[in-house]
């Protein structure tokens, strides 16, 4: 089930760092859930962070968005395997534009 953040949001900015998955950001009027990325805060802690936050209960589930504990984990399994490619990825990225430039990649 992803979460969805109603019209009723007031932008207060407590959700938004507090997503471990970096699932919400600042939408054209109030702030969003990007579905792909909500987990309900699944792996990480027993209650959704923002819903626990939001000063105005303004946080359910998405009616077209829902899904079980189990489907949710798996997309938790799969954000954690995608953020440690990154890293990798990065170092890799600026060991081979050293590499361009004639210089050593430091250890």
Known sequence: MALWITDECINCDVCEPECPN???????????IDPDRCTECVGHFD??????LCPVDCIPVHPQHVETR????ARY???QAEQQQRPQAS??????????QGKPAEA
Do not use: D, F, T
């Open 47 to 52: 209650q959704p962070q923002c819903v626990q």
């Open 22 to 32: 970096q699932a919400i950001s600042m939408g054209p009027e109030i702030y969003r």
């Open 91 to 100: 170092s890799q990225g600026v060991a081979s534009a050293l590499a361009e």
């Open 70 to 73: 189990e489907q949710l984990h």
């Open 77 to 79: 399994l799969r954000l």
